[in-house]
C-alpha cells in the first residue's frame, strides 16, 4: 500500500446481477463516497448494442473505461473519495482504472451464476438482457493475488455485503450512520 489514502477509490465489480449498484450505493450512504453508475458512462451505441442482446468487446469498452479513469482522476484532484458500480471485467480492464487516480480498491461480488440469472430475471427497467450473463461469466477474469481488493459471496444479505465491504475497506462512518 502506497501513497495518500485520504482520498479512497472503491470499485464494486461483477457481471451484470451480481449487485454491484445496490452495494456501491450502500457504502456511499454509509461513509459519504460519491456514487457513479458504470453503465451511466456507455456511450449510446454501447447501450443500443447491450440492449440487442450482442456483447461488448474490448475495442467497444476501451475509451468507456478510459472515461471512468478519467471521473475517478477529477474527484481525486477535487480531494474526493468514490464508489464506483463497474463490471471492470477483466484485468487488462482494470489496468484502465488503476491508470485513474493513485489506487484503486476492487471489491469483487462473486457467487454461483444460477443466483444471478434469477436475480436479472427478476430485475426490471434495465436495459441489460439476463442472456448476456453467460458472456460476461466467460469474459471474467478474478482479482489476482497482486491486485488490490478482495472478493465477498454475492448470496449475502445486502446489509451483510455492504457491511463487509466497509469493514474490510476500513472506510470511516459518516457521523449519521453511527
Ligand atoms: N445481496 C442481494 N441479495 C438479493 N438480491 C440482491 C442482492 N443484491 C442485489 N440484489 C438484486 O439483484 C438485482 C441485481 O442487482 P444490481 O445491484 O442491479 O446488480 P448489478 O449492478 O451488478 O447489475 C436487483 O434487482 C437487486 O435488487
Ligand atoms: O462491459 C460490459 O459488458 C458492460 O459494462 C457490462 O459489464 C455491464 O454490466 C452492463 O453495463 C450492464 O449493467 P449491469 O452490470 O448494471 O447489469
Known sequence: MTGD???RHVVVMGVSGAGKTTVAQGVAALTGLTFAEADEFHSAA?????RAG?????AARW???RSLAEWMTDRHREGVSTVL???ALRRSYRDVLRQGPPEVDFVHLAGPTEVIRERLALRSGHYMPASLLDSQTATLEPLGPDEQGF???LRLSTDALITAAVHQLGLPVTPSHT
Open 85 to 87: 458500480a463497474c463490471s
Open 5 to 7: 489514502r485520504s482520498t
Open 151 to 153: 472478493v465477498l459471496d
Open 63 to 65: 475509451p468507456w473505461l
Open 46 to 50: 454501447n447501450v443500443a448494442r447491450m
Open 54 to 58: 450482442v456483447p461488448l468487446d474490448d
